[in-house]
């Protein structure tokens, strides 16, 4: 993850109204080009997009895999409303007298139209499951503003942080720089979990790393607040510490760094949570806090009056008029490919995805095995960037051009992604002249994809193989969101191209080792090993990806309605 300083993450102003319009003119302007937008997209060309018979076995196995990942899908996402299981969520429910994460954001959000981040993260690590990474992340809407929620929950480990939960935040606060929205901590945590420290503690991208974006956060003046509603112990004491406002919530919100049993350990000094890091010693005494809550429904009440208090305007609210596609969404599961070979026209998806299935493809007849051109998703003007086949020599410079013109005219970018690794060895003089002459395009590519200013968001809907992956703009090119289809598969070789045949010429000797080794690609190379290590922001449903690019696409809009303004240190408190 790249380190978040002020000079990464100064936001761009290109595309902005001039600071002397005032507000209302802005959004009038602002509605008005995304109305002229939306009636471009009108006259664009429909894609055609039925499936021929000859298509059809391809496309039946595609469906079958589809629905084995769907599976699995389910069988996860089961896992993760359980939480830390049926017995820790009656202790906190009942001895402990605290709501669920997901109680918690229904009383917090306008409603529950939110984007969950990263649910699968956590599972089949090293050093066990931990759901969800112990922690909720996602966008949801609080009086009408788009924010970023990171929620621990304390039934999961009693809301201990390990290393993956760490990440996860990381995450979300890079997220909320890089589209300026605002943060609410829901903080239950019990600090670091001890055994794994030196994995969680003392590395840049470490748990301290929280605390420093808190500071650059408010520096860029992107409003952060902390609400205590359980232990706040050790590290996670900082979060509400750093916050520009902080709620704590009676009787259940404690902050310190030692609690009781260290404190007698210490001293041999008996003195109860309540009184050594209680809610009314830190707001009567200490003012570490700022509001007082007597229930934590009131600390949610106090916490969306001061998200109307940041003094930042909404998007204005209107109906949207858009086309639905003209295709059914539902057979966006026999499009998803199971592997390289059973990858049909991505045209057919983009065709089930886009309003109306309208599309202005650009250099149509060039560079075919990439596939680039304007559509609008939920009346949102996009350029989308679709893998098509090996990314060559044209398709390489075609994609380049037209990153660059989407740039520069401040379109926000998709990238479909399925790529394959390149052979190991290439068979022949010419095909390894071919390669180099593809590697040099790919490398202008990659350039602009990484010099682009404009939102970028990635789905990976087949394969993310080799160098050409990240011309599509993977996961160290820092796209807005990156999401994965359940049959996506991650890996700088595709196991599904290796055979022992083809690969005993390459130096193996063992056949054995060399399943062995192939067995273990294979399983991480899995979307759901991917997610659960956070290389992306979520497992998507292909059916459901529609929607959410809508959600990311407005999310991403909300800044355009900010006031850009900056100050040179943080909101620093008493």
Known sequence: MAALGFHRFWPRVRGRCHPALCSSQCSQLSAQAASGHRRAAQSFPVIPGGILPIHRHVYEANTRNSARCSHRYMELLEKVKLGGGENAILRHTKRNKKLLVRERLKRLLDDENFLELSPFAGFGLPYGDVPSAGCFSGIGKICGIWCVITANDATVKGGTSYPISVKKQLRAQEIAIQNRLPVVYLVDSGGGFLPLQSELFCDKEHGGKAFYNEAIMSALKIPQVAVVCGSCTAGGAYVPAMAEESIIVDQIGTIFLGGPPLVKAATGEDVTAEDLGGAKLHARVSGCV???????????????????????????????????????????????????????????????????????????????????????????????????????????????????????????????????????????????????????????????????????????????????????????????????????????????????????????????????QLDRLKEEGSAFYSSARLWDDGVILPQDTRPVLGKCLKIIRQKKYEKVNFQSSPLLRM
């Not at 989308?384 to 380049?400: F, M, Q, R």
């Not at 395009?441 to 939102?455: D, G, L, N, R």
């Not at 191209?497 to 062995?516: A, C, I, M, N, V």
Request: charge should be negative; proline fraction near 5%.
């Open 290 to 516: 700022d509001y007082f809550a007597a229930t934590e429904s009131d600390a949610y009440s106090y916490t969306r009056m001061i998200i109307s208090t940041l003094n930042l305007d909404p998007e204005p609210e209107g109906p949207v008029q858009f086309e639905d596609p003209v295709y059914n969404t539902e057979e966006l599961a026999g499009l998803a490919p199971r592997d390289y070979g059973h990858t049909l026209d991505v045209k057919l998806i983009l065709s089930r995805l886009v309003d109306g299935s309208k599309f202005l493809e650009f250099k149509a007849e060039y560079g075919t095995t990439l596939v680039t051109g304007f559509a609008s998703v939920e009346g949102n003007l996009v350029g989308i960037v679709a893998s098509n086949g090996e990314l060559t020599h044209d398709a390489s410079l075609k994609g380049s051009h037209f990153v660059q013109i989407c740039n520069q005219r401040y379109i926000p970018l998709l990238f479909f992604q399925n790529t394959t690794s390149q052979d190991l060895l290439p068979p022949c003089v010419y095909k390894a002249e071919q390669q180099t002459k593809g590697l040099k395009a790919q490398a202008s590519m990659i350039a602009a994809v990484s010099c682009a200013t404009v939102p970028k968001i990635t789905v990976v809907i087949g394969g993310c193989h080799g160098g050409e992956s990240f011309a599509m703009c993977g996961r160290s090119y820092e796209p807005n969101f990156l999401f994965l289809w359940p049959n996506a598969r991650i890996g700088l070789v595709d196991a599904g191209r290796l055979s022992w045949s083809e690969q005993k010429d390459y130096g193996w000797t063992d056949e054995t080792e060399f399943k062995s």
